[in-house]
C-alpha cells in the first residue's frame, strides 16, 4: 500500500495530479494507492487532493470513511486509488484547521500531517520544497514512523507531489533493513533531459487552474495517454519516469541513476 501525501493547501499556480500517480502505481507496480488529504489550512487556497478527489467521483476515486479498509472485500482498486480526508479520522487534527488559516505558518504541521498513517501503508511519497526539509523528512521516516519505505521529493513544483519541466528534482529514497531500525538510502537527480525533453521556463508552466479544469485534465489523460495541454502531459510522463526509478531501488534495490550528495542547502540548518 503506497501513501501519497501533497501538502493540503494545495496549489493555485501549477497542476497537481497525484491521482494520475495513484493509478501509474496501481497498474505498473501491482501497488494499491491511498491519498492523505484534507481541507486547507492555507496560505494557499487552490484546487487540493481532497478538491481534486471529490471532483473525480467516488467510483474512481472513494473516500474511505473512519478506519475502512483499503480493497475490503477483494477486487481491483479504484482508478485513482482510495482517499482518506483528514476529518473523516483526526477530531484533533481537524480543530487546527481554522487556527491555522490565522497562523499563517505553521511549517511543522504542514510536515508533520502527511505522517499520519491510517491504513497502514508501507510507501511514504511526499514533497519537501524547502531547503533541508528532505533530509528532515527522511529522518522524521526512519525514526517516528512504520513505513517501510519512503520517497521523498525536492524541489519539484510547489504544493504537489510532481516534477517540473524548468529543473531537475531530487529524490531521497529509503528503504528499511535489517531489524527496521536504519534505512538504506538513494539520492538522486531526475529532470527533463533524463526522458528527452527539452526544458520549459517556469512561468510558462503556471497559470490560473481551478479544480474543474484539474480534474477534466486528469480524466483526460487517464482515457486518452493526453489531456491535450502539452505541458501537464509533459509534466505527467516525467514524473511517473522518476518515480518508476524511485519504485525501482524499492521493490528490487536498483540504482538505475547514477547517485548524488546530499547539497549544501540541505545539510544545513532552516530557521
Known amino acids: 500500500l503506497v501513501q501519497i501525501a501533497d501538502p493540503f493547501d494545495g496549489t493555485h499556480k501549477t497542476d497537481s495530479f497525484a491521482p494520475l500517480i495513484a493509478a501509474h502505481f496501481q497498474t505498473?507496480?501491482?501497488?494499491?494507492?491511498?491519498?492523505?488529504?484534507?481541507?486547507?489550512?492555507?496560505?494557499?487556497?487552490?484546487?487540493?487532493?481532497?478538491?481534486?478527489?471529490?471532483?473525480?467521483?467516488?467510483g474512481d476515486a472513494p473516500f474511505l470513511r473512519g478506519k475502512t479498509k483499503v480493497l475490503e472485500g477483494g477486487g481491483d482498486p479504484p482508478k485513482f486509488g482510495s482517499f482518506v480526508d483528514q476529518a473523516d479520522v483526526s477530531e484533533g487534527l481537524t480543530r487546527w484547521v481554522g487556527l491555522r488559516q490565522n497562523i499563517i505558518k505553521r511549517p511543522f504541521l504542514a510536515t508533520s500531517e502527511k505522517f499520519v498513517n491510517t491504513h497502514g501503508a508501507e510507501v511514504l511519497v511526499a514533497s519537501a520544497f524547502h531547503p533541508s526539509y528532505g533530509e528532515k523528512m527522511f529522518d522524521m521516516v526512519k525514526n517516528a514512523t512504520t513505513f517501510k519505505?519512503?520517497?521523498?521529493?525536492?524541489?519539484?513544483?510547489?504544493?504537489?507531489?510532481?516534477?517540473?519541466?524548468?529543473?531537475?528534482?531530487?529524490?531521497?529514497?529509503?528503504?528499511?533493513?535489517?531489524?527496521?531500525?536504519?534505512?538504506?538510502?538513494?539520492?538522486?537527480?531526475?529532470?527533463?533531459?533524463?526522458?528527452?525533453?527539452?526544458?520549459?521556463?517556469?512561468?510558462?508552466?503556471?497559470?490560473?487552474?481551478?479544480?474543474?479544469?484539474?480534474?477534466?485534465?486528469?480524466?483526460?489523460?487517464?482515457?486518452?495517454?493526453?489531456?491535450?495541454?502539452?505541458?501537464?502531459?509533459?509534466?505527467?510522463?516525467?514524473?511517473?519516469?522518476?518515480?518508476?526509478?524511485?519504485?525501482?531501488?524499492i521493490a528490487r534495490g536498483d540504482k538505475v541513476k547514477a547517485e548524488i550528495e546530499p547539497s549544501k542547502e540541505d545539510s544545513s540548518s532552516e530557521e
Open 149 to 249: 519505505a519512503c520517497i521523498i521529493v525536492r524541489k519539484g513544483t510547489e504544493g504537489t507531489t510532481s516534477l517540473s519541466l524548468s529543473r531537475n528534482a531530487e529524490f531521497l529514497v529509503g528503504v528499511r533493513t535489517g531489524n527496521g531500525n536504519e534505512m538504506e538510502r538513494y539520492h538522486f537527480e531526475f529532470g527533463p533531459k533524463d526522458v528527452g525533453m527539452e526544458t520549459v521556463p517556469e512561468k510558462e508552466q503556471q497559470y490560473e487552474i481551478t479544480t474543474d479544469t484539474v480534474v477534466a485534465k486528469i480524466k483526460a489523460y487517464a482515457e486518452f495517454g493526453s489531456s491535450g495541454d502539452l505541458v501537464f502531459d509533459g509534466r505527467v510522463k516525467l514524473t511517473m519516469a522518476a518515480m518508476d526509478v524511485a519504485f525501482n531501488f
Open 28 to 58: 505498473k507496480w501491482g501497488c494499491s494507492a491511498v491519498g492523505q488529504c484534507g481541507v486547507s489550512s492555507g496560505p494557499k487556497y487552490g484546487p487540493n487532493l481532497r478538491d481534486v478527489a471529490a471532483g473525480l467521483g467516488e
